[in-house]
């Protein structure tokens, strides 16, 4: 426990026979529950976990939080009843699991086998679930291969804590020795997918999007759709979208890039960046209909769709000037005035929107 608080780590494990030894034995004694969401792997990963939770040295921990809420219906505490059991019972949307415990109320270690492969996403969603279901106050999560500071847990964990802060995440972008440690590919990537984030989410000031180093509050764990998170690598993106929806505040704390200590990467960047543009896109457009205007109707939501059909009636126009130009023919100053002022409109109606969201999320963003 941390401060009287209950905590929770979810490893997504794919193929981490090398490093999921050291993941459990560098645990901080402060971790109640150890989650590892087993997806499918073909090594030695399982009989490795299946190990720690066999052995007597491990003892049981009891820093489980109590639900001391009423369990009979009353005409005040339905809605949470009916809310809790939605919850529980909403594993069929989940991937196919089990989990191999035989004392999981009591094991420090928990170890979910998932039946069929689903994505670094799904294993997290699926460990959110439990920690959900068994009222962990601050869940977070590290990497199965061994790529995150154990040092650092309390750092991220303090915040959800001590703060009422929904979501902490770790950022390597603002460490000293970011651009010296971390690969150029993988650092102009991340740098790319952040600025996407950015406009997407409604976190303005959000950077290095993609780390998997994070805590989330028992609250925002019950705030969003955990079976929905997107399944594979771009569910830390779509992650921040789902918690800005729900008006959930987010801070960052500075992490240590780690690299080259035995991880192998799984992960294609050519092939992730352009899916992960494209959930994205649909993200941006989710969270302005959703947010603002079915929840809280802002007129950025107008906005920012008057700039997009502007845009849009102004792209023939482009076309036709510059057809016309190449081809050596004049253009008609009719044709050039409808564009600018298609093309103006469009401009200024975008600043406008992004500007008014920057200040409508300005709440959300905790330094």
């Not at 209950?6 to 901080?28: F, L, S």
């Not at 650092?152 to 804590?161: D, G, Q």
């Not at 690598?233 to 500075?254: H, Q, R, S, W």
């Not at 690299?259 to 494209?278: A, F, H, L």
């Amino acid at each position: 426990m941390l401060t009287n608080k209950t905590i929770a780590v979810v490893v997504p494990a794919y193929n981490e026979e090398k490093q999921i030894r050291r993941v459990i034995e560098t645990m901080p004694d402060f971790v109640d529950r150890i989650i590892i969401v087993n997806d499918c792997s073909q090594d030695k990963t399982v009989d490795i976990v299946a190990e720690y939770i066999n052995k007597n040295d491990l003892l049981p921990r009891t820093g489980q939080r109590i639900d001391i809420s009423p369990h009979h219906e009353n005409k005040y505490n339905r809605a949470d009843k009916v809310l809790k059991e939605q919850q529980q019972a909403d594993i069929d949307f989940f991937i196919p699991s089990r989990i191999i415990n035989s004392h999981e109320a009591s094991d420090r270690v928990i170890l979910i086998n998932h039946l069929k492969n689903g994505g670094v996403g799904a294993a997290i969603a699926r460990g959110y679930k439990w920690c959900r279901d068994n009222n962990i106050d601050c869940t977070a999560v590290m990497a199965g291969d061994g790529q995150m500071d154990p040092a650092e847990l309390a750092s991220i964990c303090l915040p959800v804590i001590n703060e009422d802060i929904d979501y902490v995440k770790g950022n390597r972008l603002i460490h000293g020795s970011a651009r010296l440690v971390i690969p150029k590919t993988r650092f102009f990537g991340n740098s790319i997918l952040s600025i996407l984030t950015k406009i997407s989410s409604g976190y303005w000031h959000v950077s290095d999007t993609q780390t998997g180093y994070t805590a989330i509050s028992l609250n925002a764990l019950n705030a969003i759709t955990l079976h929905d998170i997107y399944k594979r690598y771009g569910m830390p993106n779509d992650m921040l979208v789902k918690l800005n929806i729900a008006f959930c505040t987010l801070k960052e704390v500075k992490i240590k890039p780690v690299y080259n200590i035995g991880e192998v990467s799984k992960m294609n960047v050519t092939r992730v960046i352009p899916k992960i543009s494209w959930l994205l896109l649909k993200s941006f457009f989710k969270r302005l209909w959703i947010k603002y205007l079915f929840r809280d109707f802002h007129p950025l939501f107008l906005l920012y769709h008057f700039s997009f059909i502007l845009g849009l009636c102004s792209i023939p126009y482009a076309i036709k000037i510059i057809s016309l130009t190449f081809g050596g023919a004049p253009v008609s100053p009719i044709t050039m005035l409808v564009f600018f002022f298609l093309f103006t409109g469009s401009f200024q109606s975008l600043l406008f929107a992004m500007w008014m969201d920057i200040q409508d999320n300005e709440r959300l963003y905790k330094s």
